[in-house]
């Protein structure tokens, strides 16, 4: 679970190296099973962009509520998600989270604060803002939060989301997650400008860039926006600047990239880049690294020996609660 928002512990810089190291590997092991034919459907990878899903994530407080996209299993991972949900969620198995009845990341759980994934980009917007809503209109000082992509701000509900939000001052932070490409569609030729964070300023609110692959970075800009959010300032758009390291999905081997560039981003690898500042600030041990480390391979072994041997669902409970 998330840790109270301040000034990071050593503990805490652990645990964010911990929660970026095993979103690597799960996502990693969900290549693996997607190359032996055991994924029904695709496989979303958040790889090189670890940083946006954790740090964000980890910045808020056990009763805020968020909303992940397909880049953002580290959010849920911080959550309490385990690996095996996501092992046996993308292998539609019985045991899974939507007990084989959907594929990939569509799986939420409000008594975890976590929305669903929807689909359609853009739509976590007016829903979070909805959450938001309620929040305040409870005086509850629950904070909202969710994701859209470099894509996805093109949409309407976008638009709508942001502005109704703003109007409303609703305890809302949306994180920009700018990797670059949408599919196959670069930046350039999504927006005519080139900074996310300057359509802020059209709604009302205030617009931040952090360095998506900094961990720290993205996570106090996350605490400085739930704090406003908290004593009532309204909503913030963070935008955090990366890479998408992969291609749209597992399908996708992203020809249209330009080597140079994924050459260019690998060097500022979010999971080497904190590891290392940790290790020259002594802020971690080699021995301390290898723990956790350890840790992250025993949780993977023993979540996909478990999912595994899980089974499939029968046809008749997979036609259970299925509304058409
Ligand atoms: C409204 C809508 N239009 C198109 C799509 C198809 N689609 C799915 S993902 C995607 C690209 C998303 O790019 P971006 O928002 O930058 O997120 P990223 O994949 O880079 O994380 C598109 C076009 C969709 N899901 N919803
Ligand atoms: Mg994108």
């Given amino acids: 679970m998330p840790r109270r928002p301040g000034k990071l512990s050593r503990a805490d810089m652990h645990r964010l190296y911990y929660y970026m190291l095993l979103t690597r590997r799960v996502e990693g092991q969900l290549t693996h099973l997607y190359r032996q034919g055991k994924v029904v459907g695709g496989v979303y990878s958040s790889l090189g962009q670890e940083a946006i899903a954790v740090g964000t994530a980890y910045a808020l407080e056990p009763h805020d509520v968020l909303g992940p996209m397909i880049r953002d299993s580290?959010?849920?991972?911080?959550?309490?998600?385990?690996?095996?949900?996501?092992?046996?969620?993308?292998?539609a198995r019985r045991d899974g989270p939507t007990n084989g009845r959907d594929a990939n990341t569509h799986f939420g759980d409000v008594t975890r604060g976590v929305i669903a994934p929807i689909s359609m980009l853009g739509e976590l917007v007016p829903v979070l803002a909805g959450v938001a809503l309620a929040s305040k209109l409870r005086a509850e000082s629950r904070v909202t939060l969710t994701y859209v992509g470099d894509g996805a701000i093109s949409t309407t509900p976008f638009h709508e989301g942001m502005n109704f939000a703003a109007v409303q001052k609703l305890p809302l932070i949306v994180i920009a997650e700018n990797n670059g490409w949408a599919y196959?569609?670069?930046?350039?030729?999504?927006?005519?400008?080139?900074?996310i964070a300057k359509r802020a300023e059209a709604y009302g609110l205030p617009g931040a860039i952090v360095d998506g692959n900094d961990v720290v970075a993205v996570y106090e800009a996350t605490v400085e926006a739930a704090r406003r959010a908290r004593q009532g300032d309204g909503p913030s758009l963070i935008e955090a600047k990366t890479m998408r390291?992969?291609?749209h999905a597992e399908h996708d081997p992203a020809t249209y990239v330009p080597r140079e560039l994924l050459e260019a981003w690998r060097k500022k690898d979010p999971i080497l880049c904190f590891e290392r500042s940790l290790i020259e600030n002594k802020l971690m041990t080699p021995k301390e690294k290898a723990a956790i480390?350890?840790?992250?391979?025993?949780?993977?072994h023993e979540d996909l020996d478990f999912a595994e041997s899980s089974p499939l669902p029968s046809p008749e409970e997979a036609a259970q609660l299925v509304w058409a």
Avoid at 76 to 90: A, C, E, I, S, T
Avoid at 184 to 195: F, I, L
Avoid at 293 to 300: K, S
């Fill in 293 to 300: 480390q350890d840790r992250v391979e025993a949780t993977i």
């Fill in 184 to 195: 196959s569609t670069p930046v350039s030729r999504q927006m005519a400008t080139s900074d």
């Fill in 245 to 247: 390291m992969k291609g």
């Fill in 74 to 91: 580290g959010a849920m991972l911080v959550r309490g998600y385990r690996p095996r949900d996501f092992f046996l969620q993308y292998m």
